[in-house]
């Protein structure tokens, strides 16, 4: 456990939005999916996932960053869409509900809890561990988080800001806890959190962090790590699971969607700033990734507030 408490101490935990939805037209999405880790939380309804594993009221889905999920929201008869078709026409399958009229809504009605969870503020905890989407059940702490992160999220009332961080904080303690309690993907567990443990590779995470938009080849890697360019790759894969070019893919394309959602430059701008000086194949990338292109990134965001 005391390497479990080391991780959690490492993490840096910032809340990024809750939204009530009910549901207007039944819908399953074959490849639902966030660059953030989300918690769908159920309060009236039903909904499935994945191999028809069912979510009844007062349970939640939890999908880890970067991970896809077919799920369906609603009951009876339900059209099958993809993840770019159901973001252009979300406003026909979600309606927003106010947390003033949370308690009166008619229907099947959810709460979405989006947040990252990062390692020394580089690596996705979550996607790191390679865990899939999961159903939270028989929580009542956790769900009294949720309920706590939204209700004063919508208030005025000085102090909100610290107690919505304090409360994600807790939340992301509560995850942990819960797949360790109920011994959760313990071998993923066991072998992708060790890693954290390798002041080498918490450099290479920090260094690629630092200069996103520079030279990350293996060579430059390996200098960091002061290992040899013909092993960098396999010994960050050994650890990580993953090759070292695809993780920087996934990093820049992370900042990449952050830009987007936070700022108003170009797309040419933001693929320079993420180190792609080709726009075209920036783009190109991006959208293989998220399905959906960068330029439809920003109207996404602008769907998900209304």
Same mark, same amino acid.
Request: proline share 3%.
């Given at each position: 456990?005391?390497?479990?408490n080391?991780?959690?101490?490492?993490?840096?935990?910032?809340?990024l939005?809750?939204?009530?939805?009910?549901?207007?037209?039944?819908?399953?999405?074959?490849n639902?999916?966030?660059v953030?880790?989300?918690?769908?939380?159920?309060?009236?309804?039903?909904?499935?996932?994945?191999?028809?594993?069912?979510?009844?009221?007062?349970?939640?889905?939890?999908?880890?960053?970067?991970?896809?999920?077919?799920?369906?929201?609603?009951s009876?008869?339900?059209?099958?869409?993809?993840?770019?078709?159901?973001l252009?026409?979300?406003?026909?399958?979600w309606?927003?509900?106010?947390?003033?009229h949370?308690?009166d809504?008619?229907?099947?009605?959810?709460?979405?809890?989006?947040?990252?969870?990062k390692v020394?503020?580089?690596?996705?905890?979550?996607?790191?561990?390679d865990i899939?989407?999961?159903k939270?059940?028989?929580n009542?702490?956790l769900?009294?988080?949720?309920?706590?992160?939204a209700?004063?999220?919508?208030?005025?009332?000085?102090?909100?800001?610290?107690?919505?961080k304090?409360?994600?904080e807790?939340l992301?303690?509560?995850?942990?806890?819960?797949?360790?309690?109920r011994?959760?993907?313990?071998?993923?567990l066991?072998?992708?959190?060790?890693?954290?443990?390798?002041?080498?590779?918490?450099?290479i995470?920090?260094?690629?962090?630092?200069n996103?938009?520079?030279?990350?080849?293996?060579?430059?890697?390996?200098? !960091?790590?002061?290992?040899?360019?013909? /092993?960098?790759?396999?010994? @960050? #894969? &050994?650890?990580? %699971? $993953?090759?070292?070019?695809?993780?920087?893919?996934?990093?820049?394309?992370e900042?990449?969607?952050?830009?987007?959602r936070?700022?108003?430059?170009?797309?040419?701008?933001?693929?320079?700033d !993420?180190?792609?000086?080709?726009?075209? /194949?920036?783009?190109?990338? @991006? #959208? &293989?990734?998220? %399905? $959906?292109?960068?330029?439809?990134?920003r109207?996404?965001?602008?769907?998900?507030?209304?």
């Amino acid at each position: 456990m005391e390497d479990y408490n080391k991780i959690l101490e490492s993490l840096s935990i910032r809340f990024l939005k809750v939204k009530h939805f009910r549901v207007v037209e039944p819908v399953q999405v074959s490849n639902y999916y966030d660059v953030e880790n989300i918690i769908i939380y159920l309060r009236k309804g039903e909904m499935t996932f994945g191999n028809d594993e069912v979510v009844k009221s007062g349970e939640a889905l939890f999908i880890p960053g970067g991970k896809n999920a077919e799920v369906k929201f609603g009951s009876g008869n339900a059209q099958t869409i993809h993840n770019d078709d159901f973001l252009n026409n979300r406003e026909k399958y979600w309606q927003s509900v106010s947390q003033q009229h949370i308690d009166d809504a008619e229907g099947e009605i959810f709460t979405c809890v989006n947040f990252e969870a990062k390692v020394f503020d580089s690596v996705n905890f979550f996607a790191s561990l390679d865990i899939p989407p999961f159903k939270l059940e028989d929580n009542p702490v956790l769900f009294h988080l949720i309920e706590d992160i939204a209700r004063e999220n919508s208030s005025v009332q000085p102090g909100k800001d610290r107690i919505v961080k304090l409360n994600t904080e807790r939340l992301v303690v509560e995850i942990v806890r819960h797949i360790l309690d109920r011994k959760l993907f313990v071998e993923q567990l066991a072998t992708n959190s060790t890693y954290f443990n390798d002041p080498r590779l918490i450099d290479i995470f920090a260094y690629i962090k630092e200069n996103i938009s520079g030279d990350l080849s293996n060579k430059v890697l390996a200098g !960091v790590a002061n290992v040899s360019e013909d /092993y960098v790759g396999q010994y @960050f #894969k &050994m650890l990580t %699971g $993953i090759n070292p070019q695809d993780y920087i893919e996934y990093q820049r394309m992370e900042k990449a969607v952050t830009l987007l959602r936070t700022t108003k430059r170009s797309i040419r701008e933001i693929g320079k700033d !993420v180190g792609y000086k080709d726009t075209a /194949y920036f783009c190109r990338r @991006f #959208k &293989m990734m998220f %399905g $959906i292109p960068a330029g439809k990134m920003r109207r996404r965001e602008s769907l998900m507030n209304v």
